[in-house]
Every structure is written in C-alpha cells, then in structure tokens.
C-alpha cells in the first residue's frame, strides 16, 4: 500500500493567493484571498454555510491569509489534520 504526502501551500493566482491540500495527484483548494477594489476578500473551505469563513475589505494580503489560516480548514479533512502550511507561496 502505498502511502500518500499531503503537502499543504498557499499558490499565486491572477487575482490573489489560494490555499491548497494537494495529495501529488490531486488538488482541493480550501481557502483564498482576493485583491479587490475595496481591498481583500478572503475565505475558508467549510461544509455547509457559515458565513463567519469568509470576509471582505481586508488592508493586506497578508490580514487575508492569516484570516483564512486561522479556521484551520485542512482539518476538514482527515488526512490533513496536523498539517502545516508551507510559509512560502509558490508560482504556479
């Protein structure tokens, strides 16, 4: 049986950042954080509705992904619990 990595980073977009659970074959994209004209929009991966994981108006994007990191939404997640995400964004 082979066993899966989870790697767990934070990639750049045209429009922003995305946090991504990837286990090397596939991707789930849990969380973002967007440049707007009114500043930053963020949000985290729930299942179901709660309105509290996403926000907008953020001064940084920084703010945004400390914002999306703090709901902790790889622990939706079996596998990715325990994770820690990479400090650096990468381009891709």
Same mark, same amino acid.
């Given at each position: 049986?082979?066993v899966?990595?989870?790697?767990?980073? /934070?990639?750049? /977009?045209? $429009? &922003?950042? $995305?946090?991504?659970?990837? #286990?090397?074959?596939?991707?789930?994209e849990?969380?973002?954080?967007?440049?707007?004209?009114? &500043?930053? #929009?963020? /949000?985290a991966?729930?299942?179901?509705?709660d309105? &509290?994981?996403a926000i907008?108006?953020?001064n940084?994007l920084?703010?945004?992904?400390?914002?999306?990191?703090?709901?902790?939404? /790889?622990?939706?997640? #079996?596998?990715?619990?325990?994770?820690?995400?990479?400090? #650096?964004?990468r381009?891709?």
């Amino acid at each position: 049986m082979m066993v899966k990595i989870l790697e767990l980073f /934070w990639i750049n /977009w045209s $429009k &922003g950042i $995305k946090l991504i659970l990837s #286990d090397g074959e596939n991707r789930e994209e849990i969380g973002g954080v967007r440049k707007t004209k009114n &500043g930053f #929009d963020a /949000w985290a991966k729930t299942f179901g509705y709660d309105p &509290g994981r996403a926000i907008k108006g953020l001064n940084s994007l920084d703010e945004g992904r400390e914002f999306v990191e703090s709901f902790q939404p /790889w622990d939706l997640y #079996d596998l990715g619990r325990g994770l820690v995400v990479e400090p #650096d964004v990468r381009n891709e």
